[in-house]
């Protein structure tokens, strides 16, 4: 499985993005996706997620703001994102795990930088 995770950039406080992350490779596999950010000098955190069951965001303080969603047919993964913060300043990458090998593939992660 590959990921490409694009769409991040400079936005101002309050402005929005959306983010896409593209799977390829055995795509039938995947057991679930996820968004995950990266702020300097903070732990890599989950934001929302997408399983069989339907999709969710996990994070309290994007809740309201940002919302993924999933296109099956192009086997692409999106996260809207809404209202941004300065604090939601960070890397973001998308992940896929496979059940049946048990591993998580990682993308190579895109930068969303909010201003102030």
């Known amino acids: 499985v590959q990921l490409q995770a694009s769409g991040g950039g400079l936005v101002q ?17 995947i057991t679930s996706i996820a968004w995950y950010r990266q702020a300097p000098g903070k732990q890599r955190e989950l934001v929302a997620g997408c ?3 339907g999709c969710t965001n996990y994070v309290d303080s ?7 969603s999933r296109d099956n047919e192009k086997n692409t993964v999106y996260l809207q ?8 300043t960070a890397i973001y990458y998308c992940k896929a795990y496979v059940h049946v090998v ?8 895109t930068q969303v ?3 102030s």
Request: with cysteine.
């Open 81 to 88: 994102m809404n209202m941004l913060k300065p604090e939601d």
């Open 51 to 53: 399983t069989n069951g």
């Open 13 to 29: 406080a309050g402005g929005s993005l959306r983010l896409s992350c593209a799977a390829s490779g055995s795509t039938s596999d």
């Open 113 to 115: 930088t909010v201003s």
């Open 62 to 68: 994007v809740k309201g703001r940002f919302t993924i």
């Open 102 to 109: 048990m591993t998580d593939y990682w993308g190579q992660g």
